[in-house]
């Protein structure tokens, strides 16, 4: 056992027991939603998980540890707390030396799970190529976590805010097979289908297992991002959730907003100005993702390894 991680007695007893584990975020906690709904959601997460019959090991940095699993007291901690650190990859170091509170990204929960021995993680969505990133080179950390690190990240896609083309062109030229489920478009998060492809369509847990298993036992390191619509009942019009964005951008630029606080910000008047249906959405894919994730994680543990035909 890595010398930095803590696992909480239902994940160290699922470990001991062999059962698969699913990993989850606490970003989305802690920056992701505004209270209560980010504590009420992330126990419904993990009771959709229990409930398909994996366990849920939600990830945070807390007394210099690498939490992994979380009681429901520090669920409740990462809620209100108003200083948790966004944690990425290159936090992580002074986070744990520090002994900070902090809430991990995309990048961070997949190398943490890695650590754990966790192939699989859900979360919301993940990050990608801002817009205007030809001159401010801002681009989220997730894409080289997932051409270096071996987790398959089950997702909604990324955010309208982000340049969807250019963060798929990104994970094409690192290797980053892209795979959706249930149609051929990739997700736009509040929405079902971006305009853009997927690099592959495979809808059951089990095929995508073994699409997984296969690049792994090739050798091929990083990740896989499974991305999976929204259901329908619960998205929102691409026309309206691009003014909105738009006009979020508009504000964030003006106020000078940048770095790791340009999606919080965002996020937060993409509420706002579409009077909370923007928070429906976002729980509704969350849960969503739990389901599929449960279901890869099963699928995954019943092949630990792919034979040739």
């Not at 495979?202 to 298993?213: G, H, K, L």
Request: aromatic share 6%; net charge negative.
């Amino acid at each position: 056992m890595h010398q930095f991680l803590l696992f909480s007695p239902e994940v160290a007893a699922a470990r001991a027991a062999g059962k698969p584990v699913v990993a989850l975020e606490s970003t989305i906690i802690s920056h992701g939603m505004p209270y209560p709904e980010n504590v009420e959601t992330a126990r419904v997460v993990e009771q959709l998980i229990r409930a398909a019959g994996a366990v849920p090991a939600t990830i945070a940095i807390i007394g210099g540890r690498i939490c992994i699993g979380l009681e429901a007291d520090q669920l409740e901690q990462l809620g209100v707390a108003p200083d948790a650190m966004k944690v990425s990859r290159r936090d992580l170091p002074y986070a744990l030396s520090q002994r900070l509170l902090g809430a991990t990204t995309v990048a961070a929960t997949m190398i943490c799970a890695q650590l754990a021995g966790i192939e699989v993680f859900v979360t919301g969505g993940i990050g990608g190529v801002h817009r205007g990133a030809e001159t401010s080179f801002d681009i989220s950390a997730d894409l080289q976590e997932l051409a270096r690190t071996n987790v398959a990240v089950v997702c909604a896609g990324v955010k309208s805010i982000l340049d969807i083309g250019l963060t798929l062109e990104y994970l094409e030229t690192q290797g980053v097979p892209v795979i959706s489920v249930g149609q051929p478009g990739f997700p736009a998060f509040f929405t079902q289908d971006s305009g853009f492809a997927a690099d592959f369509q495979i809808d059951s847990a089990q095929e995508q297992a073994i699409f997984i298993r296969t690049k792994w036992q090739l050798g091929l390191q990083g990740g896989v991002v499974v991305a999976n619509p929204v259901p329908a009942q619960y998205a929102m019009q691409k026309d309206e959730i691009d003014r909105i964005t738009d006009e979020a951008l508009l504000e964030a630029r003006k106020l000078g907003v940048a770095g790791k606080a340009v999606t919080p910000f965002l996020l937060d008047r993409i509420k706002q100005l579409s009077a909370g249906r923007s928070l429906v959405t976002n729980i509704a894919l969350v849960k969503h993702n739990a389901m599929v994730g449960a279901q890869l994680a099963l699928a995954l543990h019943a092949h630990p390894v792919i034979k040739p035909v």
